[in-house]
């Protein structure tokens, strides 16, 4: 039976440490404050938007949010989020993605100053993953990989890492992260032929590929720790990440869905916006 | 004996496509120039500067220089480099690196604009080659390395690619143009244990170490397209790449050096300044 890597438990450690910054933040006037921005009424979005309420909540972060319209304009989202730009109180901005059709996300996103750009969805934000220069943050998804790899005490110099999937908000940083911190990394995909095969030569196995199953049977072998970042619903109607868990037990350990990455994600948005009212209180005081 | 892909030969092919681009440019009143700027009077600036100038000549692109002294100060270098943005007549600007240690080179790289950035040295140029996004134009190096794919049709999606190196002038933008091309790719550097396995699994083997001979006697095998990217003087006083070529000879192909990415590099510098002109040209008539 592989070892759980507990979201929960990295969680603990992290808020520990969270909870210790906003107290001296508090104690120095500055109350680290998180925008939300939501177009419409996407039910993913309204529970992640309560899942990170509560997570506020219990670490002293302010949740403020701007709700608009489905059919909201282009020039009244860019508003909102000039808004949020200019508030000295704000301190991150997270704005719900995908936005309907009807407006230019690639624009939008970017309009988003990189110093409050707590979800690393900016083109400098993501640029600095790449340059490892620290521009903005980095997304939270693979972060949040690379804290439970911490907590845990997982070694990455010198071990064979490989990630499947390459999108921007999990599979190419994670591939950067494990990179920086010394990896020989991998990076497959949909094109990659004979998966199983170079999924095995992993120490470190990291699954981003946003579709149940992908990593199963042939995929794992002993001594592995395998990360898996996907969440999904299952033909019963349950999460599930993107790995056949079941055949994952030979591995040493892997991270389980729920109760994984997932959870560590918000606890690491939160770290943002406490690191970003840092920042801001570092500026004033130079 | 392994086939030498010549980047002679990707060069012709090259040029007849840029020379009648550049006549088009010419024909509506539009000169592609390119601004070198140069601080002080290295050697190897100075041949490269030669070797440039006669590019230049050859397909009917404007070169004009900046020169200053080693002790320049920064301000007089970044006034340098703003003439050179807000001048319309100059489409692309090559400023030589390293800088002298008094220098902020990461403030004075950043001041380029982004669509006067030949050379991909800005984060936003990087940024758009980790992203996918055209943002500035890519590092001509790594993009030199892909032109000798492509003239050479050897086919890379679904291939394994491994590169040696990850640095942001060569190999890690050619990890992401490798991966953009949908290679399974590897990224190996001084930390990577077992190198020559590894670069045994490759397909496609990119050596961008800096260093001659990394690649040697068990890197290589049988039917392996290898492209060294590799500049370096050898014990003789010899230019040579990064691979030891003797043994690549068991490879189906490799680029030698000199005459392989090295000759490749200035012309999709010059390339990039005909795009750079086109684009102004295009924005004008917009």
Not at 150 to 170: F, P, T
Request: proline content about 5%.
């Amino acid at each position: 039976m592989a070892r759980h890597l507990s979201g929960k438990e990295v969680n603990a450690s992290l808020h520990a440490e969270i909870t210790e910054k906003v107290l001296s933040l508090k104690s120095k006037g500055v109350f680290p404050q998180l925008r939300l921005i939501r177009v419409g009424e996407n039910p993913g979005d309204l529970s992640y938007e309560r899942g990170t309420a509560r997570r506020c909540e219990e670490l002293g972060v302010v949740m403020t949010k701007t709700i608009l319209p489905e059919n909201v304009s282009q020039e009244e989202l860019l508003l909102a989020i000039q808004e949020a730009n200019q508030d000295k109180n704000v301190h991150g901005i997270l704005l719900f993605r995908p936005l309907p059709p009807h407006l230019d996300a690639a624009l939008i996103e970017n309009a988003v100053l990189p110093e409050k750009d707590v979800d690393g969805m900016t083109d400098a934000s993501l640029g600095g993953v790449f340059t490892g220069k620290r521009i903005g943050f980095p997304p939270c998804t693979p972060q949040a990989c690379m804290a439970i790899l911490d907590h845990y005490g997982i070694e990455v110099q010198g071990k064979r890492a490989v990630v499947i999937g390459r999108s921007l908000v999990a599979g190419k940083p994670a591939a950067m992260m494990l990179l920086k911190k010394n990896a020989t990394v991998t990076i497959c995909h949909t094109r990659t032929k004979d998966m199983s095969a170079i999924a095995r030569e992993a120490d470190i196995l990291l699954v981003a590929a946003g579709k149940a199953g992908v990593a199963k049977e042939g995929f794992f072998r002993e001594g592995q720790t395998v990360i898996d970042v996907g969440i999904n619903i299952n033909a019963e109607g349950k999460l599930c990440g993107d790995i056949d868990s079941a055949s994952a037990e030979i591995c040493e350990a892997y991270t389980p869905v729920p109760g994984g990455v997932g959870a560590v994600t918000t606890t690491i948005l939160l770290s943002h916006v406490v690191e970003a009212a840092e920042n801001a209180l570092a500026w004033q005081e130079a």
